[in-house]
């Protein structure tokens, strides 16, 4: 069963519960510039607006909870349009400086967050029992291929991402057409989810490059604030959304899995550091029922 497409959330994109609650946030201004060109403007006194109180006016939102899977989600449901203008040239020089400028500091951590990541050895012991040599790697959203797993192990590392980047050497960028014609046994979709309107349509899509025994890596964040509070506790603390626009928890990706016919083979919460910074990840493997 496939979720509409709408621009407004009313159910879950992960379980298409309906039995949803919601919270008022804020759209974070470079999102909201960026993607729809909204740019937060201060209401002044000379503007002798008599029902509306003076200070800094930003783009709201919802947050929303779905009380069955817990999933909380931003409402603002990006359209194709919106999502390439918001990752095209992603953390290239035009979106690092618009960024800069609301986010004082970002330019040093993009610096960072460009490095190699420094736990690709534990997915590649998470996925490694499930694999034959050679290993021949489709990496969904693998922006550049540097952070793609079994540098050593893998005959072929295809790559494909919205975002255009020049990738490696040792990968080659790929259309979905030229996928297609394709073996893979493994599908990487590494920290791509969260970002997305409709998760649930991008796993009926990539099953579509999936053979009996391809493996499909799913790494989503175990967010913080997932951790440290609970439904509707959580969904009060939720008042920004930025560029992750789903906030998973463990029962919302086993339903999501679920939904869209696909075995469960392992799965597993891991402790790391991103940019030195402490961070947990959902890692899921799994296959076509």
């Not at 407004?8 to 919601?22: L, M």
């Not at 996928?179 to 998760?199: G, R």
């Not at 928890?249 to 910074?277: A, D, E, Q, Y």
Request: some cysteine; glycine content about 2%; hydrophobic content about 35%.
């Amino acid at each position: 069963m496939n979720l509409d497409i709408k621009h407004i959330a009313n159910s879950c994109v992960c379980c298409n519960s309906i039995n949803i609650n919601s919270s008022p946030a804020i759209l974070m201004p470079f999102i909201s510039h960026r993607v729809f060109n909204w740019i937060p403007i201060k209401i002044r006194a000379k503007w002798k607006l008599r029902t509306l109180e003076k200070g800094m006016c930003y783009s709201i939102c919802n947050s929303l909870l779905c009380r069955d899977c817990g999933l909380i989600f931003l409402d603002l449901r990006f359209t194709d349009y919106e999502m390439r203008k918001l990752y095209d040239n992603y953390r290239g020089e035009e979106y690092s400086q618009l960024r800069e400028k609301y986010e004082p500091g970002y330019l040093k951590r993009n610096c960072l967050l460009n490095d190699e990541i420094e736990y690709k050895n534990f997915i590649e012991k998470f996925l490694r029992p499930f694999l034959d040599l050679p290993i021949n790697i489709l990496d969904w959203g693998g922006a550049d291929g540097k952070n793609s797993p079994f540098k050593r192990l893998r005959k072929k590392l295809h790559v494909f991402d919205i975002s255009d980047k020049q990738v490696i050497k040792a990968a080659k960028s790929i259309t979905k057409l030229q996928a297609l014609k394709n073996n893979y046994n493994l599908i990487v979709c590494s920290n791509v989810l969260e970002h997305l309107p409709y998760p649930a349509n991008l796993l009926d899509e990539i099953k579509k490059f999936m053979k009996k025994k391809t493996i499909l890596y799913i790494e989503v964040p175990y967010e913080d604030l997932m951790e440290k509070y609970k439904n509707n506790r959580a969904l009060e603390k939720k008042r920004h959304w930025h560029e992750h626009i789903n906030f998973f928890s463990k029962k919302s990706l086993f339903k999501l899995i679920k939904l869209k016919n696909l075995k469960l083979i392992k799965f597993k919460t891991l402790s790391t550091k991103v940019t030195g910074r402490s961070v947990k990840l959902f890692q899921i493997a799994c296959k076509l029922s």
